[in-house]
Nanobody, 117 residues
Framework: VQLQASGGGLVQPGGSLRLSCAASGRIFGINDMGWYRQAPGKERELVASITNGGSTNYADSVKGRFTISRDNVKNTLYLQMNSLKPEDTAVYYC????????????WGQGTQVTVSS
């Protein structure tokens, strides 16, 4: 199974983007899925995650601005990003963590988000 991330781009401060992460097939035994980001010179940080049960978690820096969701029929994960700030500029990576048949983490290839005027 491969994850294909898309939706990044250049946006002005205050703008919005929606990232998508489509799985090429069904992943069984999902524990959680979400988005990390990595800005130049900084460590990768968890932006948002959603468990198999639907519980969500957000980094403090994006609470109230970003929303994570999923479409189980389309095998697609989303990240709606509103009120974007220059400090949101980073490469965004989606992941899916599974525990069947073994504990595995699948990663998308990353999509660049640049917030600049």
């Amino acid at each position: 199974v491969q994850l294909q991330a898309s939706g990044g781009g250049l946006v002005q401060p205050g703008g919005s983007l929606r990232l998508s992460c489509a799985a090429s097939g069904r992943i069984f035994g999902i524990n959680d899925m979400g988005w990390y980001r990595q800005a130049p010179g900084k460590e990768r940080e968890l932006v948002a995650s959603i468990t198999n049960g639907g519980s969500t978690n957000y980094a403090d820096s994006v609470k109230g601005r970003f929303t994570i969701s999923r479409d189980n029929v389309k095998n697609t994960l989303y990240l709606q990003m509103n009120s974007l700030k220059p400090e949101d500029t980073a490469v965004y990576y989606c992941y899916v963590r599974s525990n069947y048949p073994t504990r595995s983490t699948y990663w998308g290839q990353g999509t660049q988000v640049t917030v600049s005027s």
